[in-house]
């Protein structure tokens, strides 16, 4: 029997991920030991350069009210994103995946560390500097996290985790791709609650 492989495609800059969080982390406790799970970084705005306009801000914090109310998830409205914020998501996806190479275990919660300081307390997870903070948190080495995060192979990485993104057809996020062997199945794309989410889990698993 072949293993099966749950993917779980999303962004630590995405609204709708930081709402989907207690979703996927009931499906890994409920599900971790009828499937393996990985997390792949889906590159929202990765590379962007240029500051957040503020009609463009007042639009990414409508998104947030909507997934707040939504989901009950948290968030700092107030003060969020202020001028001169560059809105670029390689840096904290990036991290992800050198964590991934440290402390493979580490993965998931340090994703939704990243998630908590840039939506509740208001950290600039763009920074270095704030990562390797976080990355102590978590309980990695700051200096062999800041090592891992500048690496090339890592840079490298990052770029395969979002070309693997493109190729799978998958633009928004979350989602959630389902892998057997060489065959996938994109069994959601973005937020469903936990009893939603659950049903097409089950119906993929019995197949």
């Known amino acids: 029997m072949n293993e099966k492989i749950l993917w ?31 997390l792949l970084l889906g590159g929202l ?30 968030f700092s409205f107030e003060g969020a994103m202020p001028e001169g914020f560059i809105y670029d998501t ?24 990243i998630q908590s ?15 390797e903070r976080l990355a102590v948190v978590a309980g990695l080495d700051a200096q062999l996290f800041s090592q891992v995060f500048e690496s090339d192979a890592v840079k490298e990485l990052t770029l395969v985790h979002f070309q693997k993104v493109r190729q799978w057809r998958v633009h928004g996020f979350p989602a959630v791709v ?13 937020y469903y609650s936990f009893e939603d989410f659950r049903s097409k889990l089950e119906s993929w698993l019995e197949n």
């Not at 630590?12 to 499906?27: A, L, N, Q, Y």
């Not at 300081?117 to 990562?131: C, G, H, K, P, S």
């Open 8 to 38: 779980y495609v999303a962004d630590p800059m995405c609204s709708w991920c930081w709402g989907f969080s207690p979703v996927i982390e009931r499906i890994r406790q409920e599900y971790g030991d009828r499937l393996r799970m990985e």
């Open 45 to 74: 705005r990765a590379g962007t350069k240029t500051p957040l306009p503020p009609q463009q801000r007042e639009e990414i914090l409508h998104h947030w009210h909507a997934v707040q109310r939504a989901t009950g998830q948290p």
């Open 90 to 113: 390689e840096p904290p996806s990036r991290a992800v995946i050198a964590a991934s190479r440290i402390s493979p275990d580490s993965v998931f919660p340090f994703f939704k560390t």
């Open 117 to 131: 300081a840039f939506y509740v307390d208001q950290q600039d997870v763009t920074r270095q500097e704030i990562l």
């Open 178 to 190: 389902g892998q057997e062997d060489r065959d996938y199945a994109v069994l959601t794309r973005g």
